[in-house]
């Protein structure tokens, strides 16, 4: 890889993210660390281009999210009771977003680090 690329680094990193999230746990991390120990540079180096391949990956992750809801708003309407109020439909999608952005970009983050770690301070 192109060290000090960071787009091309956190791209991989995201595509790392995407592929590896079905069936690998906390994978941000790993696509994180990958992206980091490509960047190569500081500390801060790593985590910025984990955070920014973690908000790559967080885009498809939105987009489906928002498929998710959107149909589970359908069936509550349709249904002609609704299964949630209005307004807390709208606490719980806020929460799920939040939620997501803090896994995703924040473990990014972190594997940023630990690749970045991994690549100056051991012999792998």
Avoid at 49 to 63: D, E, F, K, Q, T
Avoid at 64 to 82: A, D, P, T
């Amino acid at each position: 890889m192109d060290e000090g690329n960071t787009f091309l680094n956190a791209l991989v990193g995201a595509v790392v993210t995407a592929i590896t999230a079905g069936f690998v746990p906390f994978s941000p991390v790993l696509g994180g660390a990958l992206a980091g120990y490509f960047q190569g540079g500081s500390r801060s180096d790593g985590l910025k281009v984990g955070a920014i391949s973690g908000g790559i990956a967080l885009v498809p992750v939105v987009g489906i999210m928002f498929l998710v809801l959107s149909f589970i708003g359908f069936v509550s309407v349709g249904s002609g009771e609704g299964v949630l109020p209005f307004a807390f439909g709208g606490v719980i999608v806020v929460f799920v977003f939040v939620a997501l952005l803090v896994y995703t970009v924040g473990l990014s983050a972190l594997g940023g680090w630990i690749g970045n770690y991994v690549k100056y301070e051991t012999d792998i």
